[in-house]
């Protein structure tokens, strides 16, 4: 059975940063896509970051533009991926949630991403 755990986050001011970690466990995932979403109140839930396995044996790192040279992803292991993120804005606010996908096309896509986490809150006050 896989899971995922994540772990990080909390209620912080614009312009500080934040770590996100997540680790699954119930299999080994060296070739599935493992990245973010978040889920603001009111609002569909949208991709922030994720790493996909390429064909050159490495992961891609794919951002939001939203996100885009504030936020880090990492694949630290085949199982775990972690969310760096400065700078962070009020607009940041929500639950982000660690997603895995196996024999992602999309990577970006939510629909592709098959394991979920429970989530972990955002604060960011102004």
């Known amino acids: 059975q896989v899971q995922l755990v994540e772990s990080g986050g909390g209620l912080v001011q614009a312009g500080d940063s934040v770590k996100l970690s997540c680790a699954a466990s119930?299999?080994?995932?060296?070739?599935?896509?493992m990245g973010w979403f978040r889920q603001a109140p009111g609002k569909e839930r949208e991709f922030v970051s994720t790493?996909?396995?390429?064909?050159?044996?490495?992961?891609?790192p794919y951002y939001a533009d939203s996100v885009k040279g504030r936020f880090t992803i990492s694949r630290d292991s085949v199982n775990t991926v972690s969310l760096q993120m400065n700078s962070l804005k009020p607009e940041d606010t929500a639950v982000y949630y660690c997603?895995?996908?196996?024999?992602?096309?999309?990577?970006?896509?939510?629909?592709?991403?098959?394991?979920w986490g429970q989530g972990t809150q955002v604060t960011v006050s102004s």
């Open positions: 790493t996909a396995w390429s064909h050159e044996y490495t992961y891609l």
């Open positions: 997603a895995l996908g196996r024999g992602v096309i999309l990577p970006t896509e939510r629909l592709h991403y098959g394991y």
């Open positions: 119930g299999g080994t995932f060296s070739r599935d896509a």
